[in-house]
């Protein structure tokens, strides 16, 4: 049945139709192009979503730090009251927190080794790493038994 290409006579076979070839290619243009559209939206809508989450984390950790400048145990002179001004501050923190990340991952063949040696100060030298006040961190240190002047000695060989 079948028959070797060598023996065909191509002038007697039909011509293909420009027209329909024509309209296979507009139709996967079209499907082709409002899938890649489709799928835009979704993805800037995603972005957006968590965009919107994003700034709610950053609202929430503003008002937990301005929460834990409050409690006078953590207090010292300087961090009594927060005013507006400094919330300000605190956002634009927030804001340089991704420069800082990548400051951070260019320390952390150093910062590795000093964790690595004290490792139950690792969480406690993260917490000022993302902004929460030294002296706040002090307290939590020795309210859990540990030594504050460890944590500073860490920080020093860091920076």
């Known amino acids: 049945m079948t028959k070797d290409l060598s023996t065909l006579d191509f002038s007697k076979i039909a ?3 420009q ?3 024509l309209a296979f290619v507009n139709h996967f243009v079209t499907t082709t192009v409002k899938f ?3 799928f835009s939206k979704q993805c800037e ?3 957006m979503l968590f965009e919107r989450k994003l700034e ?3 609202a929430a950790l503003i008002l937990l730090e301005t929460r834990l400048s409050s409690i006078p145990e953590v207090n010292t002179d300087e961090n009594k009251v927060e005013s507006n001004e400094n919330i300000q501050q605190e956002a634009e923190h927030i804001d340089s927190s991704a420069q800082k990340e ?3 991952e260019e320390s952390t063949n150093a910062e590795e080794k000093t964790v690595l040696s004290y490792p139950e100060y690792e969480r406690f030298v993260k917490m000022v790493q993302v902004g929460v006040p030294l002296p706040a961190v002090k307290f939590k240190l020795s309210t859990e038994g540990l030594d504050p002047d460890v944590l500073e000695k860490i920080l020093n060989k860091q920076t």
């Open 102 to 104: 990548s400051q951070m």
């Open 19 to 21: 027209k329909r070839t």
């Open 45 to 47: 809508q995603k972005l």
């Open 15 to 17: 011509a293909l139709q």
């Open 56 to 58: 709610k984390v950053e």
């Open 36 to 38: 890649l559209n489709n």
